[in-house]
């Protein structure tokens, strides 16, 4: 999604349903993600949604944005702390923190060092994660189990429509979608859709 869409996209997701989201913008400067962020962040908060900032820990601060996501080379839970706290300016409520994690191990050490949720995946392939392959989903219901039954955990990575289902009945009991969302023709119609698939799981998207 360009620089341009990024309001009138993340809108339709909030007015699908959505209950959720992150800002990941790989390779782009900082001074862009802050416009773009700068954006979003009202109209998340105008519905209610939690807007997580995916890297940069001291700017989530500086935005006052409820959480930030970091992956498993982006340094340890504590550090990224640190870096929220040196630039926080204004008492906000709780942040959350949330880590990338590949597998099962990485799923019991990202709760054992203290995130607030977690990423699960990608479990198939997909273009935001180039060149990583899929996990699987055999090990969906253990890190449920173990993991997601203290903190949220998201499954992640090349989720979309077709395979929702397939994903569900191995356990996942929250998601994450990204392509299948941002080229739908009909982005409100298409989170919707989701949505409501998903309803009778007690999951979230």
Known sequence: VSEENAASVTAELLAGGADILQL???GHDLATIRRVAESLIPLCRGAGVPFILNDHPALAAELGADGVHIGQDDGSLADA????????RNPQSPILFG?????????????????????????????TKLGRPGIGLENIAAMEREVGSKIPAFCIGGIKRGNLAEVLSAGARRVVIVSDLLTARAVKAATGEIAAAIADCGTRI
Request: aromatic share 12%; no cysteine; proline share 8%.
């Open 24 to 26: 990941r913008a790989k």
């Open 81 to 88: 702390r640190a870096l929220f706290q040196s630039a926080i």
């Open 99 to 127: 880590r990338s994690t590949h597998s099962l191990d990485q799923a019991r050490a990202a709760l054992a060092e203290g995130f607030d949720y977690i990423g699960f995946g990608p479990l198939f392939p997909t273009p």
